[in-house]
């Protein structure tokens, strides 16, 4: 009947649509879900479910009617009230009725009535055109399940170890011993004949040699040379550390900064620079100074009797 199609076109703008006397559709919208079980990729979609309770015209059906078909809002009051009388008598007669593009129903053994939705129709118009698709599993993880199957039932052979009769290799050793012995014996005695020859030509060499080399070897032989002591007096100055710097001024110039240097060195201070600041000034420090207490102290010396505009920098330089 057109009354259903009526329902349906109005389900995809609203989320309420009144039936008199009857009951209410009703929709919730649902995320985007992933079925596990069968791998079904569902879009988002609008979830229909129905309530008896509500059954006071709100006029939404009733007007929409009256737009459709032309007609008073009498009139579609009437075709709405005939239709539902029309479908209790077929619900009660057992019957199980059919809202197109809606659901079906059906009372159950104790009389109650019974709404089961279609899902052939999506009323979320934001997802037009999404479809449901279908999930197509990663081959690897089959490759790897196929990978530990075979891994367990691979078989593993054990080879046997062959191992060589010992007499054999008795033998072998013993002929190998023999044969060294000789070769030792062989080598001793002619080394021992050499020896004694190279023993009797050094007994002949006469005495006269070794006076010579003697002579030579003390030829050289004289008093040492005194020298006299030099001692070097080397100052090394000792670099300042601390990460406490009382800053007496920053010059763009460094030639400017030597001369403030030299300025605070005669006033006895220990000036140095310290590097160049965020500005690209070279800074110069009246001293640095490891601890905090005494950093204070002398800054505040430095501006009572110096420079009032002396302050004091915080920073560990390498």
Not at 43 to 69: M, S, T, Y
Not at 134 to 162: G, N, Q
Not at 206 to 213: C, G, I, L, N, Y
Not at 300 to 316: D, E, P, Q, Y
């Amino acid at each position: 009947m057109a009354l259903t199609n009526y329902i349906s076109d109005l389900l995809y703008r609203y989320e309420c649509v009144l039936v008199p006397e009857f009951g209410a559709f009703l929709t919730q919208k649902h995320n985007a879900v992933m079925d596990v079980t069968t791998n079904v990729f569902l879009p988002p979609r609008k979830v229909i479910c129905f309530n008896e309770q509500l059954k006071q015209n709100d006029g939404l059906l009733a007007n929409h009617i009256v737009g459709a078909d032309q007609c008073s809002y009498t009139e579609a009051v009437e075709k709405i009230t005939d239709y539902v009388t029309s479908i209790k008598g077929k619900l009660i007669a057992g019957e199980t009725v059919l809202f197109e593009k809606i659901g079906h129903f059906s009372l159950n053994n104790e009389g109650k009535l019974q709404f089961a939705p279609l899902e052939e129709v999506n009323y979320l118009t934001t997802a037009f055109g999404l479809q449901s698709t279908y999930k197509v599993p990663v081959l690897r993880e089959v490759y790897k399940e196929e990978v530990a199957v075979l891994e367990e039932k691979a078989p593993i052979a054990f080879i046997p170890e062959t191992r060589v009769k010992a007499k054999r290799s008795y033998l072998k050793y013993a002929a190998v011993a023999v044969v060294a012995l000789g070769l030792s014996a062989m080598l001793g005695k002619g080394y021992t004949s050499k020896m004694e020859d190279v023993t009797t030509h050094n007994d002949k060499v006469p005495s006269e040699v070794d006076r010579k080399a003697y002579q030579r070897a003390s030829f050289f032989d004289v008093s040492p040379i005194e020298v006299p002591e030099v001692i070097f007096n080397i100052s090394v100055e000792k670099k300042q550390v601390g990460s406490y710097h009382i800053i007496a001024g920053a010059f763009r110039f460094e030639e400017n900064a030597d001369k403030k240097i030299e300025q605070l060195q005669k006033a006895g201070f220990s000036a140095r620079k310290i590097g160049q600041n965020k500005y690209g000034l070279h800074q110069v420090v009246y001293a640095s100074i490891v601890d905090k207490a005494e950093a204070l102290t002398t800054l505040r010396a430095i501006k009572k009797s110096h420079n009032s505009g002396a302050w004091l920098l915080v920073k560990k330089l390498d």
